[in-house]
T-cell receptor, first 115, second 115 residues
Framework: GDSVTQMEGPVTLSEEAFLTINCTYT??????LFWYVQYPGEGLQLLLK?????DKGSNKGFEATYRKETTSFHLEKGSVQVSDSAVYFC??????????????FGKGITLSVRP | EPEVTQTPSHQVTQMGQEVILRCVPI?????FYWYRQILGQKVEFLVS????????KSEIFDDQFSVERPDGSNFTLKIRSTKLEDSAMYFC?????????????FGEGSWLTVV
């Protein structure tokens, strides 16, 4: 079945540091890939997405590129801010999974950014 | 910006009791979902709902669970005879369309504690 694997956390960085959060996936079809973020006390919010190979999703300074050859969708940001402190979830939606937009999530990783 | 709202934000219930978690999806959305996250584990799909019927459900969603859209705005998850292992964050979500790549919008979650 489909699965998403995220690097183990938590991650603690100083402000303005470079961020990489690794995500790899296994899917039977040709999935769309997502990063969701959960800020403290809030729900899951879509951060960015990519629907086909080599697409790059970007939002709020975050980027992730859909790499079919390595089945990866790593999240990067060049300079993190304290306000980026949150839990980050990688997820996929498989085209062969039927018409529904069912998401398969990774475990999530907590990012803490120090001033 | 339209959002998915959930109530209650936190509920404590005794084992064996019935619980109803409520959600108001985004008003023009047609597809509705419940997901859950047991502490420290992945966010898991429970069920999707369209046109007043379940369109897909996971193996977790057994006879203990039911969903309903009792009126034009609410979408509920009922858990009968709760067990300790039902303790989790339950997320409601909705989308305007279906299919991979489509954006699913999540609520802030309802934290259920079974004691």
């Amino acid at each position: 079945g489909d699965s998403v694997t995220q690097m183990e956390g938590p991650v603690t960085l100083s402000e303005e540091a470079f961020l990489t959060i690794n995500c790899t996936y296994t899917a039977t079809g040709y999935p769309s890939l997502f990063w969701y973020v959960q800020y403290p006390g809030e729900g899951l919010q879509l951060l960015l997405k990519a629907t086909k190979a080599d697409d790059k999703g970007s939002n709020k300074g975050f980027e992730a590129t859909y790499r079919k050859e390595t089945t990866s969708f790593h999240l990067e940001k060049g300079s993190v801010q304290v306000s980026d402190s949150a839990v980050y979830f990688c997820a996929l939606s498989d085209r062969l999974g039927g018409a529904n937009s069912k998401l398969t999530f990774g475990k999530g990783i907590t990012l803490s950014v120090r001033p | 910006e339209p959002e998915v709202t959930q109530t209650p934000s936190h509920q404590v219930t005794q084992m064996g009791q019935e619980v109803i978690l409520r959600c108001v999806p985004i008003s023009n959305h047609l597809y509705f979902y419940w997901y859950r996250q047991i502490l420290g584990q992945k966010v898991e799909f429970l069920v999707s709902f369209y046109n007043n019927e379940i369109s897909e459900k996971s193996e977790i969603f057994d006879d203990q669970f039911s969903v309903e859209r009792p009126d034009g705005s609410n979408f509920t998850l009922k858990i009968r005879s709760t067990k300790l292992e039902d303790s989790a964050m339950y997320f409601c979500a909705s989308s305007a369309q279906t299919g991979p790549g489509n954006t699913i919008y999540f609520g802030e979650g309802s934290w259920l504690t079974v004691v």
